[in-house]
């Protein structure tokens, strides 16, 4: 077997020509103004488990979402096919939509005048020429080291590589159209650990743009055993008021909740608790979000937004201070303010950090718990009140003592935010988000 074909800078002109195919339909129908999202994606996943494969899965989806505009009525359609005919065909079907819903004076399309005008390349495709037997062999060198790693080990939950390569385009009946193709590759390993009469299960994982810049499978699948491993013998806790210290990987979850909680969608629908926060005191004064859209080879990184206008970057929270909703066209002309160009999300946030790593947060913490999995979505967007399951470790004298588990863990994120007393410099870069260990100053543990 040969490795993926690429789909990569090479596939933009036609589909470029596509959404030109589509705009020019939608006009011929009678769409007074239109936008179009053509994507083009391939793949290779390969998992293997107990030392056999799995499975071997190649995919290649493409496909369109149109939505259009009749005057002020909106209709949407998308479709996996392609051609003349599904493009005519999906260009009916949103006209009729739209003729069927209510006029919404803030529908439409961003100003023309607000369009990118440069679309830098960020270096975010570098196909991976791996074949599935080199895939699998990764995979099954990933869980070898795992079983090698602690006599423990006794069972395996599936180790996976995927790689993926992906187009897409934009354009709108502005003139606009913009494109790009990128990468994303990565390596996981689930194991499971027996003793003290428990199982437990537990993961390790890299992601990269670059395939040849993963982690060692060796070494992910060692840190997915001892990761398992080390929550043998876990136990619930009395119910206290302690210190929490949520570790990297999880961190950045507080964070993504916190941009849902000043996203546009939910301020205008008057469903977050941080309605009519901006220019408040949120987070300590130290503390610095922001967005930085124009990394080279960031997993984030996009020159154009959801609706097609110029990313740039600019912090969110300055100082504490909450500086910037999160708005597209369509939530800022809902909330009578200007787009952030953040229709689609915000690309690479980057938390403030200190020189700290996650061992000295356990001696500045003293006693409290070490969180290291959540479980259940357990946040009231409307309320701010936060309760999830988790486990971890219990901390005494700055020291793990043992593992936790079936303890639930919960507060406020008003005043979670506030009680932030430090981030560590172990940081997070397999996601968008990039952060560090947290420690909140006290939150309750419910346990036993």
């Not at 946040?379 to 303890?407: C, H, K, P």
Request: charged share 20%.
């Amino acid at each position: 077997m040969s490795s993926v074909q690429s789909v990569g800078p090479q596939a933009l002109p036609a589909l470029q020509e596509q959404v030109e195919q589509i705009i020019a339909e939608a006009r011929r129908q009678g769409a007074s103004a239109c936008e179009v999202a053509v994507s083009l994606e391939q793949g290779l996943s390969t998992s293997v488990r107990q030392r056999e494969v799995e499975t071997v899965e190649f995919n290649r989806d493409q496909g369109f979402g149109i939505t259009l505009y009749v005057g002020q009525r909106k209709g949407s359609a998308s479709t996996s096919a392609s051609g003349s005919e599904a493009i005519r065909e999906t260009v009916a079907a949103a006209l009729a939509i739209a003729k069927h819903t209510s006029e919404d004076d803030c529908a439409g399309l961003a100003d023309a005048a607000l369009m990118a005008r440069e679309l830098p390349d960020f270096d975010l495709y570098h196909a991976w020429h791996i074949s599935p037997e080199q895939a699998i062999e990764k995979a099954l060198a990933c869980e070898a080291a795992a079983f090698e790693a602690d006599p423990r080990i006794k069972n395996a939950d599936g180790t996976t590589l995927n790689t993926h390569q992906g187009c897409r385009v934009y354009g709108n009946s502005h003139g606009f159209i913009g494109g790009y193709a990128s990468t994303r590759h990565s390596l996981s390993c689930v194991m499971i650990a027996e003793g003290d009469g428990q199982m437990q299960r537990d993961y390790w994982y890299d992601v990269n743009r670059q395939g040849e810049l993963l982690a060692d499978p060796q070494s992910i699948g060692r840190r997915a055993a001892e990761r398992a491993a080390s929550r043998l013998g876990a136990r619930p806790v009395p119910t206290c008021e302690v210190p929490v210290l949520f570790s990297a990987e999880l961190a950045g979850g507080l964070f993504s909740s916190f941009l849902s909680a000043i996203s546009g969608g939910n301020l205008y629908r008057k469903s977050s608790f941080l309605e009519g926060a901006l220019g408040q005191q949120l987070f300590p004064n130290w503390l610095t979000l922001d967005e930085r859209p124009h990394l080279q080879r960031a997993l984030g990184s996009a020159a154009f937004d959801g609706d097609g206008l110029a990313t740039y970057a600019k912090p969110f929270v300055e100082n504490g201070q909450l500086v910037s909703y999160v708005l597209g066209t369509y939530s800022g002309r809902k909330l009578g303010m200007p787009s952030t160009a953040n229709a689609g999300g915000v690309h690479n946030l980057f938390v403030t950090h200190g020189d700290e790593n996650q061992a000295a947060l356990l001696r500045r913490m003293g006693r409290g718990l070490l969180v290291t999995e959540l479980m259940g979505h357990g946040l009231n967007m409307v309320t701010g009140d936060y309760s999830r399951g988790a486990a971890g470790f219990w901390v005494e004298n700055g020291e793990i003592q043992f593992a936790v588990q079936e303890v639930t863990i919960a507060g406020n994120m008003k005043d979670m935010f506030k009680q932030i007393v430090a981030i560590g410099n172990d940081l997070e870069t397999r996601s968008n988000i990039h952060t560090g260990s947290v420690l909140i100053e006290k939150m309750t543990v419910a346990g036993s």
